[in-house]
C-alpha cells in the first residue's frame, strides 16, 4: 500500500515535460531535414559564417561524421519540395530505427521529368545510444515507367523509340526544353537491354543517336523482320529529313539500318543497331582501297639506291611519273594525292621549295604525257648536280598549246645525300 501512495506522489511531482521529453526517430528526422535544406540556397544569400554553422549543426545529427555527406545530393535535388516521413522499423528494444523520406516534386521540375536519375525517396538508418543519430543512408531510385504498353510488339518497341528520338533530333532544328529532353532520353533508355545479352550485342544506344543527328529521319518502314523464340533482327528503311544531307546527296533518299532485338521477362527491348547502309559504304571503300594498294605496287618503281647515279635517280622518277600518267589523252589520270606521295622517296623535301617544286615537276607529266625523254646535258660537281632534260610530248593537242613543237625541256637540280642521289628542284620552260 506505501508502494502505490509513493508511486502516486512521484506521478504527480515529476514535471510533465520530462515524462514527455523523449525525441522520436522521426522527431530527429524533420529537425535535420530543417537545417540540411537551409544550406542550398544560392550562395549569395548566405554568409559564409552561416554556412559552416549550420554544417556543423547538420553534422552532429551523424553517429560518424564522414558518413554526413552520403545524402547531400539527395538533399540538395529534393530541398525545395515536401516530404513526409514514413516509420519503417523499429527494433532492439528502441534503439535501432528505419525511416523512409518521401519527396513530392514538383510536375514540371527536372527531379520528376527523370525519376530513375534522381531519387526522391531514401531510407535513413538511426541507433540510440543517449539520443537518436543518423548511421546510414540509401537512396531508393525508382523504375523508369517504358513509353510503351506492357508486353508490347516489337513493330511497337521500334515505333515508340523512333518517335522518342526523332523528337530529339527534328528535320527543322528545333530543341525540346531541357526537362523533356532527360525525360525522353530516360524513355529511350528503358527501350536498350541494361547489359550485354552476347558478345555480339552490346548495348549501343548512343550509335543510334547519332544516326539521328546527322540524318533525321522522318517516315520509316520495317523491310525485314525475323524473329527466333527471344531474339529478333528488324532491317528498316528510313527517309532522310535532314536538309543538310539532302542537299549533298541532290535530292532525297533513304538509309536502311538493322536493329537486334532480345526478349525478357515478356518485354522486347533492343540490343545493337547498325547503319546498313555505312557498312555496305565502307565495303565499297574497303574494296576500292585494296584495289588502289594493288595498283600502287604494280606501279612502283624503285629509287636507286647509293649505287645509282643522278642520271638513273631521274630515269627512275621520270618511269615512276609515267606509270601514272602514261602516254596518250585518253589513258586514265592518276591521283595526284597518291603520284605525290609514291615520288617523295626520289626527292630531298627539307624546304618549301623543294616542295613546291616537286609538286610542280608532275606537271610535265599530267598535262603532257611524254612518250619517252633525254637528259641532254648532266653537269655533276662534287656532291650535287644540275639537269636538262627533253620529253617528247604525248598528246597531239598540247603540240599546239606549245607553240608546235613535239618536246618540253626542264631543269632538275640533284644532291647526293649519305651516297645516294636525290632530287632537290624543278624549273620547266616556258
Known amino acids: 500500500m506505501r508502494l502505490l501512495v509513493l508511486f502516486i506522489t512521484l506521478a504527480f511531482l515529476i514535471p510533465a515535460s520530462v515524462v514527455s521529453a523523449e525525441v522520436s ?12 535544406s537551409k544550406l542550398f540556397p544560392p550562395q549569395l544569400e548566405m554568409s559564409i559564417d552561416e554556412r559552416v554553422s549550420l554544417t556543423k549543426k547538420r553534422e552532429a545529427f551523424w553517429h560518424k561524421k564522414r558518413n554526413s555527406n552520403k545524402d547531400f545530393l539527395f538533399i540538395k535535388q529534393n530541398a525545395k519540395f515536401p516530404f513526409t516521413i514514413k516509420e519503417l522499423t523499429v527494433e532492439d528494444e528502441g534503439h535501432v530505427a528505419s525511416m523512409e523520406v518521401i519527396f513530392t516534386p514538383d510536375k514540371g521540375s527536372l527531379v520528376a521529368a527523370a525519376p530513375m536519375y534522381m531519387a526522391t525517396s531514401g531510407i535513413y538508418e538511426m541507433r540510440r545510444d543517449e539520443e537518436w543519430k543518423l548511421v546510414a543512408f540509401k537512396k531508393i531510385i525508382t523504375k523508369q515507367k517504358r513509353p510503351v504498353g506492357p508486353s508490347a510488339s516489337i513493330e511497337d518497341v521500334l515505333s515508340g523509340h523512333h518517335d522518342l528520338l526523332a523528337s530529339i533530333y527534328p528535320p527543322d532544328k528545333s530543341k525540346l526544353p531541357q526537362n523533356e529532353l532527360i525525360s525522353t532520353r530516360a524513355k529511350i533508355s528503358t527501350l536498350w537491354v541494361k547489359k550485354r545479352a552476347s558478345a555480339s550485342q552490346m548495348r ?8 539521328y543527328d546527322v540524318y533525321k529521319p522522318t517516315v520509316w518502314k520495317i523491310l525485314d523482320l525475323n524473329e527466333d523464340g527471344n531474339s529478333a533482327v528488324a532491317r528498316i528503311e528510313m527517309a532522310v529529313g535532314s536538309e543538310n544531307q539532302i542537299r549533298l546527296n541532290r535530292g532525297g533518299f533513304t538509309r536502311q539500318v538493322e536493329y537486334s532485338l532480345v526478349r525478357k521477362d515478356g518485354e ?20 576500292a582501297d585494296q ?16 649505287d645509282g647515279g643522278g642520271r638513273e635517280m631521274l630515269d627512275a622518277y621520270f618511269k615512276q611519273l609515267q606509270n601514272y600518267y602514261p602516254p596518250g589523252s585518253n589513258a586514265p589520270p592518276g591521283n595526284p594525292m597518291i603520284v605525290a606521295d609514291e615520288t617523295q622517296k626520289f626527292w630531298k623535301m627539307d624546304n618549301r621549295k623543294a616542295r613546291s617544286s616537286h609538286a610542280r615537276s608532275m606537271s610535265i607529266f599530267m598535262l603532257f604525257r611524254p612518250t619517252d625523254w ?36 626542264a631543269n632538275y637540280t640533284l644532291k647526293q645525300v ?6 632537290t628542284g624543278f624549273d620547266a620552260d616556258r
Open 204 to 211: 549501343t544506344d548512343k550509335v543510334p543517336s547519332f544516326f
Open 374 to 409: 633525254t637528259v641532254k646535258d648532266f653537269s655533276q660537281s662534287g656532291d650535287t648536280a644540275t639537269a636538262r632534260v627533253s620529253f617528247t610530248i604525248g598528246v597531239k593537242r598540247m603540240i599546239k598549246l606549245n607553240k608546235g613543237s613535239p618536246t618540253k625541256s
Open 25 to 36: 526517430p522521426k522527431q530527429v528526422l524533420k529537425q535535420y531535414f530543417a537545417i540540411s
Open 418 to 423: 649519305a651516297g645516294k642521289w636525290l632530287i
Open 291 to 306: 584495289q588502289a594498294a594493288v595498283k600502287k605496287q604494280k606501279l612502283a618503281v624503285a629509287a636507286p639506291g647509293q
Open 268 to 287: 522486347w527491348y533492343m540490343s545493337a543497331f547498325q547503319d546498313i547502309t555505312a557498312l555496305a559504304e565502307g565495303k565499297v571503300r574497303e574494296e
